[in-house]
Protein backbone atom coordinates (compact mmCIF):
# COMPACT_ATOMS: atom_id res chain seq x y z
CA UNK A 1 0.00 0.00 0.00
CA UNK A 2 3.01 2.53 1.03
CA UNK A 3 6.44 1.96 -0.41
CA UNK A 4 9.03 3.88 0.90
CA UNK A 5 12.27 3.72 -1.92
CA UNK A 6 15.89 4.86 -0.63
CA UNK A 7 14.52 8.04 1.04
CA UNK A 8 16.83 10.60 2.07
CA UNK A 9 15.98 14.13 3.27
CA UNK A 10 18.68 16.94 4.12
CA UNK A 11 18.63 20.36 5.95
CA UNK A 12 21.74 22.12 4.47
CA UNK A 13 24.65 19.99 5.13
CA UNK A 14 22.66 17.91 7.60
CA UNK A 15 21.16 14.42 6.78
CA UNK A 16 17.72 13.73 8.65
CA UNK A 17 17.25 10.47 6.99
CA UNK A 18 19.75 9.06 4.12
CA UNK A 19 18.60 5.55 1.71
CA UNK A 20 15.25 4.71 3.84
CA UNK A 21 13.43 1.98 2.42
CA UNK A 22 10.68 0.01 3.47
CA UNK A 23 7.13 -0.74 2.83
CA UNK A 24 3.37 -0.78 4.70
CA UNK A 25 1.04 -3.75 3.36
CA UNK A 26 -2.43 -3.12 3.60
CA UNK A 27 -4.28 -3.65 7.37
CA UNK A 28 -1.88 -3.50 9.40
CA UNK A 29 0.12 -1.70 12.27
CA UNK A 30 3.81 -0.91 11.39
CA UNK A 31 5.43 0.96 14.77
CA UNK A 32 8.43 2.87 13.82
CA UNK A 33 10.55 3.48 16.41
CA UNK A 34 14.40 4.97 17.40
CA UNK A 35 16.24 7.54 19.70
CA UNK A 36 15.55 11.00 19.73
CA UNK A 37 16.52 13.24 16.55
CA UNK A 38 16.89 9.35 14.52
CA UNK A 39 14.63 10.90 12.04
CA UNK A 40 10.83 9.36 12.48
CA UNK A 41 8.79 12.67 12.50
CA UNK A 42 10.74 13.53 9.33
CA UNK A 43 9.42 10.64 7.87
CA UNK A 44 6.15 11.08 8.81
CA UNK A 45 6.80 14.64 7.18
CA UNK A 46 8.08 13.22 4.45
CA UNK A 47 5.05 10.76 3.69
CA UNK A 48 2.38 13.18 4.64
CA UNK A 49 4.08 15.84 1.89
CA UNK A 50 5.47 18.29 4.43
CA UNK A 51 8.47 17.75 3.06
CA UNK A 52 9.98 17.08 -0.31
CA UNK A 53 12.32 14.17 0.09
CA UNK A 54 15.73 15.35 -1.62
CA UNK A 55 16.41 11.84 -2.70
CA UNK A 56 14.18 8.67 -3.45
CA UNK A 57 10.57 7.94 -3.72
CA UNK A 58 6.90 7.22 -1.91
CA UNK A 59 4.86 5.44 -3.80
CA UNK A 60 0.93 5.38 -2.25
CA UNK A 61 -1.50 2.44 -4.28
CA UNK A 62 1.44 2.59 -7.16
CA UNK A 63 1.31 6.54 -7.35
CA UNK A 64 4.21 8.40 -7.05
CA UNK A 65 3.28 11.27 -4.27
CA UNK A 66 6.59 12.65 -3.09
CA UNK A 67 5.96 15.79 -4.95
CA UNK A 68 1.95 15.78 -4.07
CA UNK A 69 1.29 18.96 -1.89
CA UNK A 70 -0.37 18.20 1.74
CA UNK A 71 -3.81 19.17 0.76
CA UNK A 72 -3.64 16.56 -1.89
CA UNK A 73 -2.29 13.65 0.09
CA UNK A 74 -4.73 13.81 2.34
CA UNK A 75 -7.42 13.58 0.01
CA UNK A 76 -5.37 10.39 -1.57
CA UNK A 77 -6.04 9.35 1.66
CA UNK A 78 -3.24 9.29 4.23
CA UNK A 79 -3.88 11.65 7.47
CA UNK A 80 -1.64 11.90 11.02
CA UNK A 81 -1.68 13.31 13.85
CA UNK A 82 0.99 15.49 15.57
CA UNK A 83 3.54 15.27 18.55
CA UNK A 84 2.55 18.73 19.85
CA UNK A 85 -1.69 18.74 20.04
CA UNK A 86 -2.77 21.96 18.62
CA UNK A 87 -6.50 21.99 18.15
CA UNK A 88 -8.48 24.86 16.76
CA UNK A 89 -9.00 26.36 20.63
CA UNK A 90 -11.09 28.70 19.71
CA UNK A 91 -13.87 26.45 18.08
CA UNK A 92 -15.53 23.83 20.33
CA UNK A 93 -14.08 19.90 20.74
CA UNK A 94 -17.42 19.12 17.76
CA UNK A 95 -16.54 21.67 15.53
CA UNK A 96 -12.99 20.82 15.46
CA UNK A 97 -13.42 17.60 13.99
CA UNK A 98 -16.50 18.83 11.78
CA UNK A 99 -13.50 20.98 10.12
CA UNK A 100 -12.07 17.50 8.94
CA UNK A 101 -14.99 16.14 8.07
CA UNK A 102 -15.97 18.72 5.91
CA UNK A 103 -13.06 19.20 4.30
CA UNK A 104 -11.25 15.85 4.22
CA UNK A 105 -11.10 13.06 1.80
CA UNK A 106 -14.99 12.63 1.78
CA UNK A 107 -15.84 15.94 2.38
CA UNK A 108 -16.80 17.51 -1.14
CA UNK A 109 -19.90 14.53 -1.27
CA UNK A 110 -21.17 15.20 2.37
CA UNK A 111 -23.49 18.07 2.94
CA UNK A 112 -22.99 19.85 6.30
CA UNK A 113 -25.54 17.99 8.17
CA UNK A 114 -23.95 14.81 6.93
CA UNK A 115 -20.53 15.81 7.78
CA UNK A 116 -21.54 16.89 11.61
CA UNK A 117 -23.37 13.09 11.87
CA UNK A 118 -20.07 11.92 10.79
CA UNK A 119 -18.52 14.24 13.34
CA UNK A 120 -21.10 12.58 16.22
CA UNK A 121 -20.25 9.45 15.24
CA UNK A 122 -16.55 9.59 15.50
CA UNK A 123 -16.81 11.65 19.11
CA UNK A 124 -18.87 8.78 20.07
CA UNK A 125 -15.96 6.35 18.95
CA UNK A 126 -13.40 8.29 20.20
CA UNK A 127 -15.04 9.05 23.81
CA UNK A 128 -15.57 12.51 23.65
CA UNK A 129 -19.27 13.45 22.99
CA UNK A 130 -19.66 13.78 27.07
CA UNK A 131 -17.30 17.25 25.97
CA UNK A 132 -18.74 17.81 21.90
CA UNK A 133 -19.60 21.25 23.12
CA UNK A 134 -16.84 22.03 25.09
CA UNK A 135 -14.30 24.43 23.87
CA UNK A 136 -11.26 22.51 22.87
CA UNK A 137 -8.80 24.54 24.61
CA UNK A 138 -10.27 23.19 28.18
CA UNK A 139 -9.66 19.42 27.42
CA UNK A 140 -7.02 17.38 29.22
CA UNK A 141 -3.95 16.16 28.10
CA UNK A 142 -5.68 12.86 27.38
CA UNK A 143 -8.79 14.21 25.16
CA UNK A 144 -6.62 16.44 23.36
CA UNK A 145 -5.08 13.09 22.11
CA UNK A 146 -8.12 11.58 21.44
CA UNK A 147 -9.35 14.58 19.46
CA UNK A 148 -6.22 14.32 17.88
CA UNK A 149 -7.17 10.84 16.37
CA UNK A 150 -10.55 12.07 15.70
CA UNK A 151 -9.67 15.01 13.71
CA UNK A 152 -7.41 12.85 11.70
CA UNK A 153 -9.80 9.68 11.44
CA UNK A 154 -12.17 12.74 10.21
CA UNK A 155 -10.57 13.11 6.72
CA UNK A 156 -11.31 9.61 6.01
CA UNK A 157 -8.20 8.21 5.68
CA UNK A 158 -6.51 5.13 4.50
CA UNK A 159 -3.41 5.14 5.67
CA UNK A 160 -3.40 6.95 9.66
CA UNK A 161 0.05 8.14 10.69
CA UNK A 162 0.25 8.66 14.49
CA UNK A 163 3.02 10.06 15.96
CA UNK A 164 3.34 9.55 19.69
CA UNK A 165 0.01 9.88 20.45
CA UNK A 166 0.81 8.06 23.91
CA UNK A 167 3.07 10.31 25.16
CA UNK A 168 2.10 11.60 28.21
CA UNK A 169 -0.33 9.55 29.55
CA UNK A 170 -0.48 7.07 32.05
CA UNK A 171 -0.64 3.20 31.88
CA UNK A 172 -4.42 3.36 31.97
CA UNK A 173 -4.38 6.08 29.40
CA UNK A 174 -2.25 4.43 27.41
CA UNK A 175 -4.33 0.91 27.55
CA UNK A 176 -7.47 2.76 26.46
CA UNK A 177 -5.29 4.26 23.63
CA UNK A 178 -4.25 0.91 22.50
CA UNK A 179 -7.61 -0.54 22.63
CA UNK A 180 -8.82 2.64 20.59
CA UNK A 181 -5.98 2.33 17.79
CA UNK A 182 -6.34 -1.92 17.49
CA UNK A 183 -10.33 -1.04 16.97
CA UNK A 184 -9.41 1.81 14.12
CA UNK A 185 -7.25 -0.58 12.77
CA UNK A 186 -10.09 -3.25 12.63
CA UNK A 187 -12.39 -0.74 10.83
CA UNK A 188 -9.88 -1.03 7.95
CA UNK A 189 -7.68 1.89 8.56
CA UNK A 190 -3.63 0.85 8.33
CA UNK A 191 -1.82 2.12 10.62
CA UNK A 192 2.01 3.96 11.03
CA UNK A 193 3.03 4.63 15.04
CA UNK A 194 5.90 6.50 16.17
CA UNK A 195 6.09 5.60 19.86
CA UNK A 196 8.79 5.48 22.50
CA UNK A 197 6.60 3.44 24.72
CA UNK A 198 8.61 0.18 23.88
CA UNK A 199 5.49 -1.63 25.70
CA UNK A 200 2.86 -0.14 23.84
CA UNK A 201 4.43 -0.51 20.47
CA UNK A 202 5.60 -3.73 20.89
CA UNK A 203 1.79 -4.83 21.79
CA UNK A 204 0.08 -3.14 18.68
CA UNK A 205 3.20 -3.78 15.85
CA UNK A 206 2.85 -6.35 13.43
CA UNK A 207 6.38 -5.22 12.15
CA UNK A 208 8.72 -2.62 13.38
CA UNK A 209 11.40 -0.34 11.28
CA UNK A 210 14.07 0.99 13.54
CA UNK A 211 15.93 4.30 12.88
CA UNK A 212 18.91 5.75 14.28
CA UNK A 213 20.71 8.90 12.94
CA UNK A 214 18.29 8.78 10.24
CA UNK A 215 19.31 5.36 8.24
CA UNK A 216 16.94 2.48 9.01
CA UNK A 217 19.04 -0.22 11.42
CA UNK A 218 16.56 -3.24 11.61
CA UNK A 219 12.82 -4.29 10.24
CA UNK A 220 11.04 -7.28 10.85
CA UNK A 221 8.93 -8.67 13.90
CA UNK A 222 8.51 -6.80 17.31
CA UNK A 223 10.25 -10.01 19.11
CA UNK A 224 13.50 -9.96 16.26
CA UNK A 225 13.75 -6.41 16.23
CA UNK A 226 13.92 -6.12 19.80
CA UNK A 227 16.58 -9.23 20.14
CA UNK A 228 19.20 -7.02 17.64
CA UNK A 229 22.01 -6.16 18.82
CA UNK A 230 22.53 -3.53 16.93
CA UNK A 231 18.90 -2.18 18.04
CA UNK A 232 19.91 -2.46 21.46
CA UNK A 233 23.24 -0.72 21.39
CA UNK A 234 21.64 2.12 18.97
CA UNK A 235 18.39 2.77 21.21
CA UNK A 236 17.41 -0.08 23.77
CA UNK A 237 19.93 -0.49 26.21
CA UNK A 238 21.22 -3.36 28.14
CA UNK A 239 18.53 -2.40 31.04
CA UNK A 240 15.50 -3.04 28.36
CA UNK A 241 16.55 -6.50 27.58
CA UNK A 242 17.33 -7.63 31.04
CA UNK A 243 14.14 -6.57 32.06
CA UNK A 244 12.53 -8.70 29.11
CA UNK A 245 14.40 -11.38 30.50
CA UNK A 246 13.43 -11.18 33.77
CA UNK A 247 9.63 -10.80 32.89
CA UNK A 248 10.26 -13.85 30.78
CA UNK A 249 11.22 -15.97 33.83
CA UNK A 250 8.88 -14.42 35.52
CA UNK A 251 6.07 -15.56 33.63
CA UNK A 252 7.72 -18.67 33.07
CA UNK A 253 8.10 -19.80 36.66
CA UNK A 254 4.46 -18.48 37.27
CA UNK A 255 2.07 -21.08 38.52
CA UNK A 256 -0.63 -22.24 35.89
CA UNK A 257 -3.71 -20.34 36.16
CA UNK A 258 -6.77 -22.74 38.00
CA UNK A 259 -9.77 -23.39 35.46
CA UNK A 260 -12.89 -21.47 36.33
CA UNK A 261 -15.21 -23.95 38.66
Known sequence: MLRIENVGMRFGG???????????????ILGLIGPNGSGKTTMMNVISGVYKPSEGEVQYAGRRIADVPTHDVCHLGIA????????????????????????GRLGAKRSARDAF????????????????????????????????VAKALALDPEILLLDEVM?????????????LLRTVNERGVTLIVVEHLMKAIMSISQRIVVLAEGKKIAEGLPQDVTSSPAVIEAYLGARYVKRQAAERERKAAAPPAEPPA
Not at 119 to 129: H, I, K, N, Q
Open 14 to 28: LWALKDVSFEVERGT
Open 80 to 103: RTFQVVKPFANLTVRENVGVGAMY
Open 117 to 148: ARTDELLEFVGLARVAGRPASDLTIPDRKRLE
Open 167 to 179: AGLNASEVDEALH
